[in-house]
């Protein structure tokens, strides 16, 4: 398999080694996708058995992804002092123990700071995910190893739900958890037998950095989870506090020696530009699956497994779609690649926002694979043009904003549904606003083709022999 042949000065592993390594990744990476989409199917279950009310119950997805996000930005830094091999297995860890605490759960508080602990698992291997790709793989291969990337998280995601309601009809739900137990255990022996050895860098930690990070990103989800409840005031308390933090945490990111966030990232436009569309393109994602997940089950009269199964041509696509984008974009400009999978999702954003009751399975469903093919065209592109254009010193520091940024696009996405059905308007208006914001992810992918071109015209200039 092209993946795992080895060619004469290739960076990264050896071809047996990255077979074993990716085994890693793709397990701890299925682990924690699937984790997500399973107990969003049970929330209604676990209330239920816990004697929780429903607006407690949402806590139980709220805390996981709260923690996971505020700890991004942090892990990512502290890959560099204790490297990405150690951190990628202590995340690993401290996931599949909190697995077993959350699986012997007997009451909703319990289970809550277990939860909270598998969001501090997750972050820790989320943060760094795309990096250790860059680590395992040799740059001539990077656009198709994200390519592999989105495949899996695309069939994580696609087999979450299906996985959950296959469990809960013969199982309780405790057995959600413990399903990660197994898949984590391989992950830590194959993450233990082939991830590589790193020399950590030397000095401090950014210890204010990192406390004002964390409360920047906590404050902004707090503030999101606000907004999709209609609460004003506590809207404008989290931003105020978000805004503080930022401000500090630039400020400190402009004095410390060895910043969390080196800013100097951001003079790089590639790499802003990229960081902006994928930014963009995911307040669409996350909207979307929450809109059309309300609007299928309370105005089409769709089951949540029927909900689930018109969601299925999405993922489906990015699982067949992704994987040759990311092998295009190692031959071919990745931001022409990623403009044409916008300019898709942007028409299949908008055919969606046309469906009323009267629409039909069949007419939900191709719109749905027409988003899918364009997202599967648009993210292993964009993400190999985040990731390369950085030395690859600074991978640790671009793998954690990129999961900083898909994670505040997806929630800003999700509370613009809440706060807009909150106050009255229809499921459509917030599909219009996906598909407004893919637009203007559109316009900054189109802003950047000609750098991404002189960039791969530099790189075959170089790969040429002398």
Known sequence: MRLFETRPGDDGLPGRERALALLALMTGTTMAVMDTTMVNLALPTIAQDLGASASRSVW???IFQVVCAAFLLVFAGLSELITRRRLYLLGLAIFV??????????NLETLLVFRALQGLGAAATLSIGPSVYRMIFPTRLLGSALGLSALIVAAGYSAGPTVSGAILSFADWPWLFALNVPLGLCSLYFAATALPRETPRSGAFDVAGALCSIVMLASFFLSMDA???AEPL??????ALCLVAATLFIRRQRRARYPLLPLTLFSEM???????????????????????????????GFSPLETAWLFTPWPLAIMVVGPLA???????????????GLGFLVVGLMALALVDETTGAAGSLWRTALCGIGFGLFQPPNNREMMASLPPERSANVSGMMSTVRTVGQSFGVAVVGAALALGFSVQVTLWFGAFTTLL???????????????????RASSRPR
């Open 60 to 62: 139980i997805t709220n």
């Open 326 to 340: 990311g092998r295009l974009a190692d031959k071919v400009n990745p931001s022409i690649l990623s403009s044409v």
């Open 270 to 300: 590639r790499f802003t530009l990229a960081i902006c569309t994928s930014g963009l393109a995911f307040i669409g994602h996350g909207l979307t699956f929450v809109a059309l997940s309300l609007f299928y089950q309370n105005q089409m």
């Open 234 to 239: 506590a809207v404008l308390a989290w931003v």
């Open 441 to 459: 992810a559109l316009v900054a992918s189109l802003s950047r083709v000609s750098l991404a071109g002189r960039a791969l015209v530099e790189r």
């Open 97 to 106: 123990g909190a697995s077993i605490g959350a699986a012997l759960s007997q």
């Open 227 to 229: 907004l999709g409840h």
